[in-house]
């Protein structure tokens, strides 16, 4: 597709359940980013991904939260053992690799923990 | 200290009138870029302009453009003749250093409201 898609666009789920969010970023686009956005608040930066550089997992809240890039393309962003804090709206962003390049975002995975 | 610092949680414009929303940076890199977003309230992220650090020009596209003060550290986004399609969450976000696929900064955003 032309645009990063990130699947699910919602998904709702029990309190200690694992979950796993999915993006595909724009093809050729050799960074990609995870962010966390609550109701009404910032970007929260969680896991950067840049070619086979080892990640920047600076910003994930706690070890129940991962993420992996396979063949430097999708990335799958796994939360384990949910908790309702993670509520939120996790955005996915992918750019290219001249530092002119804006990130480009998908419509981004409701999650809701019950 | 935070990398971009957006001081107005909230601001109110007329429609038609223009409206400038302000952002500081910080960095010690001599070569960065400064980007700017929009978020409707649907909740897509829109990249609106970039500004890199060597630029000699302010950067416009449209009715935005860029008051980009170097010397201040600042890179205010201006809208001119503002529409009711204007009201959204608009985020500064920074990219610092020639490498390729630096880290992102943003900004906590300045919510926009056009008033018809």
């Known amino acids: 597709g032309a645009g990063v898609s990130q699947s699910p666009s919602n998904k709702v789920t029990e309190k200690g359940k694992d979950v796993e969010l999915r993006c595909d970023p724009i093809?050729?686009?050799?960074?990609l980013y995870w962010y966390r956005q609550s109701l009404g608040q910032g970007l929260e930066f969680l896991i950067y991904?840049?070619?086979?550089?080892?990640?920047?997992k600076s910003g994930l809240p706690s070890d129940r939260f991962s993420a992996e890039r396979t063949g430097g393309s999708v990335s799958t962003l796994t939360i384990q053992r949910t908790q309702q804090e993670d509520s939120a709206v996790y955005l996915c962003a992918s750019s290219g690799d001249r530092a002119n390049q804006p990130q480009h975002f998908g419509d981004g995975t409701r999650l809701s923990i019950l | 200290a935070q990398k971009i610092t957006q001081t107005q949680p909230g601001m109110f414009v007329q429609e038609k009138e223009a409206v400038t929303l302000d952002c500081t940076y910080d960095t010690s890199d001599p070569s960065y870029g400064l980007f700017w977003y929009k978020q409707p309230s649907s909740g897509e992220m829109i990249f609106l302009i970039y500004q890199g650090s060597y630029d000699q020009q302010n950067a416009t596209e449209g009715r935005y453009s860029l008051n980009f003060q170097k010397a201040r550290k600042s890179a205010n986004l201006v809208i001119s003749a503002s529409q009711l399609g204007d009201s959204a969450m608009y985020f500064c976000?920074?990219?610092?250093?020639?490498?390729?696929?630096?880290?992102?900064?943003f900004g906590t955003g300045t919510s926009l409201t056009v008033i018809p």
């Open positions: 976000a920074m990219r610092e250093g020639r490498n390729t696929g630096n880290q992102f900064y």
């Open positions: 991904f840049q070619g086979n550089s080892a990640p920047d």
């Open positions: 093809s050729g686009h050799t960074a």
